[in-house]
């Protein structure tokens, strides 16, 4: 497996890995580092993909700098190398919301955690992360985004996966190949809360929308957001 770099916006870099072998036509997944002054991975990555995206990591910024290390939910994807990373970054914390930490993330890593209490802000220096509280959106009850406000960057974890191979980046619709996923594999649960969450992020107007399982988009964020949010409404009626 081969990890690489793209920097999707000022400072803030898409550490992308094809797994050509997940499913009939392959699968992306992508961690993000955020370079500031205390810099933020999003996304730990799967415990066999550690060495790769480690080395990635280092070829943007040295291990022990990393301050800050957080994902939306618990799964393999997502959370799988957690205490890998936390060896490897003496000087990181872990965060996630209230939830997430009373959940697993307190029992689960090797180092306290940091609680963060929804639309809380991480000053990283000249970037400022918001942690946004999002149950069962992408799924799973302690779900939670992140949104970069001074580059307008949501990190959108699985929210719009799309499979195969992609570009770093795109400006071309990423709402129908989100719908036809989770047509295939319906991944996130039509409730209540779908179509508000995503209506709320889109009131976030980003600018750009960091995939895990896709490539990086740039464009209107909001439209893209609301598009989806009709889809889901749509289900459920």
């Given amino acids: 497996m081969k990890t690489t770099v793209t920097e999707i916006a000022d400072r803030i870099y898409r550490l992308s890995t094809f797994v050509p072998a997940v499913g009939p036509t392959g699968f992306t997944f992508n961690q993000f580092l955020i370079d500031d002054e205390q810099p933020l991975l999003f996304h730990y990555g799967h415990r066999a993909m550690f060495p790769p995206i480690s080395e990635a990591v280092k070829s943007v910024i040295p291990l022990e700098k990393l301050r800050w290390t957080t994902c939306s939910h618990v799964e393999g994807d997502e959370s799988g190398a957690l205490n890998q990373w936390l060896a490897a970054a003496p000087n990181a914390t872990p965060a996630h919301g209230q939830i997430g930490c009373n959940i697993w993330l307190t029992d689960m890593a090797d180092r306290a955690p940091r609680a963060l209490k929804n639309d809380e802000t991480l000053d990283l220096g000249a970037k400022k992360v918001r942690w946004l509280d999002t149950p069962h959106v992408p799924h799973n009850w302690d779900a939670g985004?992140?949104?970069?406000?001074?580059?307008?960057?949501?990190?959108?974890?699985?929210?719009?996966?799309?499979?195969?191979?992609?570009?770093?980046?795109?400006?071309?619709?990423?709402?129908?190949?989100?719908?036809?996923?989770?047509?295939?594999?319906?991944?996130?649960?039509?409730?209540?809360?779908?179509?508000?969450?995503?209506?709320r992020l889109a009131a976030l107007k980003p600018r750009t929308i960091a995939l895990?399982?896709?490539?990086?988009?740039?464009g209107d964020g909001e439209a893209a957001l609301d598009a989806l949010a009709d889809y889901y409404e749509a289900r459920r009626n």
Avoid at 151 to 177: E, K, M, N, R, Y
Avoid at 186 to 197: G, I, S
Avoid at 212 to 218: A, R, V, Y
């Fill in 212 to 218: 895990m399982h896709g490539p990086t988009f740039t």
């Fill in 145 to 199: 985004l992140i949104y970069e406000e001074t580059t307008g960057t949501l990190f959108s974890s699985d929210i719009f996966t799309q499979a195969g191979a992609c570009p770093a980046t795109t400006t071309s619709d990423i709402v129908a190949p989100a719908i036809a996923m989770e047509k295939a594999v319906p991944f996130m649960p039509v409730t209540p809360l779908a179509a508000p969450t995503l209506r």
